[in-house]
Antibody, heavy 122, light 106 residues
Framework: QVQLVQSGPEVKKPGASVRVSCKAS????????IHWVRQAPGQGLEWMGR????????HSQQKFEGWVTMTRDTSSSTAYMEVTSLNSDDTVMYFC???????????????WGQGTLVTVSS | EIVLTQSPGTLSLSPGERATLSCRAS???????VAWYQQKTGQAPRLLIY???TRATGISDRISGSGSGTDFALTVSRLEPEDFALYYC????????FGGGTTVEI
C-alpha cells in the first residue's frame, strides 16, 4: 500500500535551518510528484511547492523561493525539504503529499505523510 | 493568483442533518480541478472528492461534490459523528491553493 513516512518532530532556534524527509513506499517514486504543504497551529493549509522525483525539477510558490529547497534521493525513494533562516512564524506542521503522475496536470493529493512539527524557539 | 473563499467558517449541526459547504473561486477554474479534504485534529488531511464531483476511493456515498466555474459545494447528506471535522477545498492546478476551511461542529 502507498505510504509516505515523514521524519520526526524538530525543535530549532531562530536563524537555524531544518530538513524534513518524506520516505515513499508502495509505488514507483519517480512516477509521481511529491508536494509539500504547511499548516501553522490553528490555521489552514498552504501549498509550498512540488518536486518531480524523476528529474529533480521543482516548482514552488513564489513566497518560498530562496529559502525553501526541495530535493530527492531516488535510491531511497525519499523526498526532502529544507527551510533556512527559521523564525517563530515557521513553527508549523509540514506535510508531504503525493500528487499526480509527472508530466500530467491536475495534482490532487490522494496520499499524505503523517506530518512533521517544527518548533522554532529560542 | 486564484483565491478560494469557503463559507460558512463554522457550521453547527446535529447528527442526521445535512451539511452544505461552499467554495467560491476568484476566477473560473479550468477542468473543474477542485478537490475537497477532511481534516481531524492532529491528523493529515484526507481526500474526499476530486474533479469537483468524483468520490475518492473508500469515501461514503453520503458525501458528494458539485459545481463548476467559480462555485463549488460539498454536501454531506446525513451527518454521522465521524463527519464533524474541518473541511478544505483545493484548486489543484499548476500552483495549488486551498480555501480557508469550514468547521462542521456538533
Amino acid at each position: 500500500q502507498v505510504q509516505l513516512v515523514q521524519s520526526g518532530p524538530e525543535v530549532k532556534k531562530p536563524g537555524a535551518s531544518v530538513r524534513v524527509s518524506c520516505k515513499a513506499s508502495g509505488f514507483t517514486f519517480s512516477d509521481y510528484y511529491i508536494h509539500w504543504v504547511r499548516q501553522a497551529p490553528g490555521q489552514g493549509l498552504e501549498w509550498m511547492g512540488r518536486i518531480n522525483p524523476n528529474t529533480g525539477a521543482t516548482h514552488s510558490q513564489q513566497k518560498f523561493e530562496g529559502w525553501v529547497t526541495m530535493t530527492r534521493d531516488t535510491s531511497s525513494s525519499t523526498a526532502y525539504m529544507e527551510v533556512t533562516s527559521l523564525n517563530s512564524d515557521d513553527t508549523v506542521m509540514y506535510f508531504c503529499a503525493r500528487g499526480g503522475r509527472v508530466r500530467t496536470s491536475g495534482n490532487f493529493f490522494e496520499y499524505w505523510g503523517q506530518g512533521t512539527l517544527v518548533t522554532v524557539s529560542s | 493568483e486564484i483565491v478560494l473563499t469557503q463559507s460558512p467558517g463554522t457550521l453547527s449541526l446535529s447528527p442526521g442533518e445535512r451539511a452544505t459547504l461552499s467554495c467560491r473561486a476568484s476566477q473560473s477554474l479550468p477542468n473543474n480541478y477542485v478537490a475537497w479534504y477532511q481534516q481531524k485534529t492532529g491528523q493529515a488531511p484526507r481526500l474526499l472528492i476530486y474533479g469537483a464531483s468524483t468520490r475518492a476511493t473508500g469515501i461514503s456515498d453520503r458525501i458528494s461534490g458539485s459545481g463548476s466555474g467559480t462555485d463549488f459545494a460539498l454536501t454531506v447528506s446525513r451527518l454521522e459523528p465521524e463527519d464533524f471535522a474541518l473541511y478544505y477545498c483545493q484548486y489543484y492546478g499548476s500552483s495549488p491553493t486551498f480555501g480557508g476551511g469550514t468547521t462542521v461542529e456538533i
